[in-house]
């Protein structure tokens, strides 16, 4: 169990979303009246909120472009609008800047059926800044906002260029506007067409990537949304009227687009490239009565498996056990393909202990799925430097000959050994003697404690949301030669494994945590530019940290959170949304990787 969480760190509350209620995938109500075959547009723009000057300038233009290309527009901000029977009569609906809570309950179901049912919806500016009391409604619109800056010229780059919403774009557009951060990151459930370059304007929250404007299919029906569209001055804009119009198209059928996800990683249960620089710390360490003879780490903080287990999440497989090759340890592997991350750090706690009895099982699985496993030596009793260069010895000779074996071959093919609380010994310098032949790494930021080391890294799941260290950790890594390899997670809590504690933790915020710890890992200015990124982690179940799948319905009575809401993902299809958005960072980091090496 890790509980080792530095006081000099910022405490971070921000509670995990359990976002209740019907997937938006759900099928049309019963009687619910499809669409016509028609390509006229309502555009809806009540507010419940901040209001747009612009919204009468959008009206206008939207109604110039379908007199000018055959669609019939009808601008309303009644929401009696939103019946079966309206809504049949258009082939779409655009939220101009819409703002709040602007329907009920009914008139929620008739756009649902609308659009599922093979019907259009247009999200347009503060479209994203609806209906927050109705989850489904982000996964229509793709995401909610967050926050603006002030109105600014900043660069959008386009995407795609055979959308005809941005077909016409070059590569780069500069354009005044109001740019909005969104809650979580949508790409991994939208086709992205255009993104902002936060470097060309200040105020940017989103990291390495921002999209800015996006497109999917919704059962039967399309959506298309933009952030853009704030000023009054946008819609005399041609290039964005032409944006507008595209969109609408799409929206409507009258025109065809690819608007498959355009998430750079799987989609659900497909696997991803691997990247052998992104390690996940993997525990074997769990066990059951039926495999183990008796309850392994489930039981901690006092509980009584299997319904009640010592972790804030609960597993897909339940409490599984660690030993069990074929069920646990195989599904463990196929994920860990999903997850584009091509090494496990294994929890090894010493010479002829649990984990090294089954470590040559998982090796085995590890190899059928081309997996590698890298080592991370605990601080069991008795752990010195000395007998840390005897453990890597006894390590390379007992499992250097599998093939799952961990080489790294950008440093001398040298093995990769991680030193869970380095700092509880001052000397070192035993390590020495294999500073030629592996590669051991010390968890810390201070460069002080890092002699004898091969590379440094944090694990601390809660660190990475504010890097305290990492650019001059990384530099100082770069300039003497070692690995760097900061440590990012989607959140930390361990309420239910150690009783009475309740801070300090980080809060998945529908997988914003794990965005912003990865896009501080990725930006050189804040993360020291990695050689590989760690992920604490893929099955720490006690520290709550986990990527590996978690149950959308876990035992009642205990309190369990769920990844309900990650990436606008809900129910069974929210339980792998990690895995996932793991594939997606790790393509960035292979992606960025490839262009710093180019230069």
């Known amino acids: ?50 209001r747009h000057d612009s919204i009468p300038a959008g009206i206008t233009a939207i109604q110039e472009l379908g007199a000018a290309n055959g669609f019939d527009v009808t601008a309303t901000e009644d929401a009696a609008a939103f019946t079966p029977e309206n809504l049949a009569g258009y082939g779409a609906v655009v939220f101009l800047s819409t703002t709040g809570d602007v329907l009920d309950t009914a008139q929620q179901d008739a756009l649902t059926a609308f659009v599922d049912g093979g019907g259009g919806f247009v999200g347009v500016h503060a479209a994203a800044d609806t209906e927050y009391d109705w989850p489904d409604y982000e996964h229509l619109v793709g995401a909610w906002f967050k926050s603006h800056p002030a109105i600014q010229e900043a660069k959008v780059v386009t995407e795609d260029h055979t959308h005809p919403a941005t077909a016409h774009l070059d590569d780069e557009w500069i354009r005044t506007d109001e740019l909005y951060n969104y809650r979580t990151n949508p790409r991994a459930d939208v086709h992205v067409l255009q993104t902002l370059d936060e470097s060309s304007y200040t105020g940017g929250e989103m990291g390495g990537d921002h999209p800015i404007t996006w497109c999917h299919p919704q059962q039967q029906g399309r959506s298309f949304y933009t952030g853009l569209g704030h000023t009054v001055e946008s819609y005399s804009d041609p290039d964005f009227r032409q944006l507008l119009l595209g969109g609408i198209q799409y929206a409507t059928g009258a025109v065809q687009a690819d608007c498959g996800s355009g998430a750079t990683g799987p989609g659900d249960g497909d696997a991803a490239e691997s990247s052998s620089n992104v390690h996940l710390f993997y525990y074997p360490w769990y066990g059951t009565p039926e495999t183990n003879g008796s309850w392994r780490h489930w039981e901690q903080g006092g509980h009584t498996p299997p319904d009640d287990i010592g972790a804030d999440l609960y597993p897909k497989l339940g409490p599984y056990d660690s030993g069990d090759t074929a069920g646990a340890v195989e599904q463990h592997m196929k994920w860990i393909e999903q997850s584009g991350a091509g090494v496990i750090v294994y929890s090894w706690w010493g010479q002829g202990g649990y984990e090294d009895s089954i470590a040559p099982q998982v090796l085995d699985a590890a190899a059928r799925h081309g997996i590698k496993v ?167 179940w006690h520290e709550g940290s986990p990527i590996e799948p978690a149950s959308s319905t ?34 960035q980091f292979e992606e960025q990787r490839e262009q710093a090496h180019a230069h």
């Open 374 to 540: 890298a080592w991370h030596i605990e601080p069991y009793s008795g752990r010195t430097a000395a007998s840390v260069v005897d453990d890597i010895a006894y390590l390379n000779s007992t499992y250097g000959d599998s093939p799952a074996y961990y080489r790294d071959a950008e440093h001398g093919n040298r093995p990769a050994f991680y030193v869970f609380e380095s700092l509880k010994i001052q000397d070192w310098s035993a390590l020495d003697a294999v500073r030629d032949s592996a590669i051991v790494l010390a968890q810390t930021t201070d460069t002080t404690k890092v002699a004898h080391f091969g590379g440094i890294y944090t694990y601390d799941g809660i660190a990475g949301a504010t890097a305290p260290g990492w650019q001059q950790a990384g530099a100082y890594a770069k300039a003497n030669g070692l690995v760097w390899a900061p440590s990012v997670a989607p959140g930390y809590i361990d309420d239910r494994a150690v009783p009475g504690n309740t801070t300090p933790t980080l809060g998945r915020d529908d997988g914003a945590a794990y965005d912003l710890e990865w896009s501080n890992a990725l930006d050189p200015d804040t993360g020291g530019s990695p050689t590989w990124v760690s992920v604490t982690s893929f099955n720490e």
């Open 554 to 587: 876990p035992p009642a009575g205990h309190g369990y959170q769920t990844y309900e809401g990650a990436y606008g993902k809900t129910g069974a299809a929210a339980e792998t949304a990690y895995l996932d958005r793991t594939a997606y960072w790790a393509a």
């Open 1 to 50: 169990m890790r509980h080792q969480l530095a006081a000099r760190l910022r405490h971070i509350a921000c509670a995990a979303a359990l976002v209740l209620g019907a997937a938006f995938l759900a099928p049309a109500p019963a009687g619910a009246a499809a669409p016509a075959a028609a390509e006229d547009v309502l555009v809806f723009s009540k507010t419940a909120g901040f």
